[in-house]
């Protein structure tokens, strides 16, 4: 069964900083692998979506990674601002429609 | 164009009454997603349809839940005799092309709280 774990669940920075964000999964026979961003009352927005056989995906100050073989992606976000602050969720999509989500990890860029 | 719009957005009931939630998908959207998030938690995987047609049931927690989208577009989740374990934000989400493309992004929409006293 596919477990997908986000670490760490919540994270505080100063505005400017380049951070660090952490998804692992337990199967790597994925089809895609999806970021999101949560803020409260709205939908969740999707940021960046690679397929597998994607290293990595690029917009703008946000770079998602995924290693297939050893279960994980990451997330990194440059030049922090306050905007940025949310919470970020990665989901696996394993070759059905269904996506798997992890638990989220909370942003708080302070200004 | 518009996005994928939920209403209502706040639902507050008692315990045994019925609910409906209601879900308008991008037009156009071909498939359309039910998840349920409890606080703190990711979406969880309720139901999934392909037009009009229901291919997957498989994460409704039990009878007392239903789906339809009887024409394709608009779909309404029913929960019957209401539970406080039912209390969560059920989102919808819609994608562009069947499921065979599995690529396809999921568009999310804003969600409903349901809480049942």
């Known amino acids: 069964k596919q477990e997908v774990t986000q670490i760490p669940a919540a994270l505080s920075v100063p505005e400017g900083e380049n951070l660090v964000l952490n998804c692992s999964f337990t199967d790597s026979a994925i089809y895609n692998l999806q970021w999101f961003r949560q803020d409260p009352g709205k939908g969740l927005t999707s940021l960046l979506l690679?397929?597998?056989?994607?290293r990595e995906q690029t917009s703008g100050r946000l770079n998602a990674s995924l290693d297939k073989s050893s279960g994980r992606s990451t997330l990194y976000i440059a030049a922090s601002q306050p905007g940025d602050s949310a919470t970020y969720l990665c989901a696996v999509n394993t070759g059905t429609y269904k996506y798997i989500f992890g638990t989220g990890t909370r942003l708080k860029v302070l200004a | 164009g518009a996005g994928v719009s939920q209403s209502p957005r706040y639902k507050v009931t008692k315990r045994g009454q019925d609910v409906a939630l209601r879900c308008d998908p991008i037009s156009g959207h071909v498939s359309l997603y039910w998840y349920r998030q409890a606080l703190g938690q990711g979406p969880e995987f309720l139901t999934y349809?392909?037009?009009?047609?229901?291919?997957?049931k498989s994460g409704l927690p039990n009878d007392r839940f239903s789906a339809e989208r009887p024409e394709g577009s608009i779909s309404t989740l029913t929960i019957q005799r209401t539970e406080q374990r039912d209390s969560a934000m059920y989102r919808c989400?819609?994608?562009?092309?069947?499921?065979?493309?599995?690529?396809?992004?999921?568009?999310f929409g804003p969600g409903t709280r349901l809480t049942v006293l």
């Open positions: 989400a819609s994608s562009f092309r069947p499921t065979s493309a599995r690529t396809d992004t999921q568009y």
């Open positions: 690679i397929q597998s056989s994607q």
């Open positions: 349809f392909n037009y009009e047609a229901q291919q997957d």
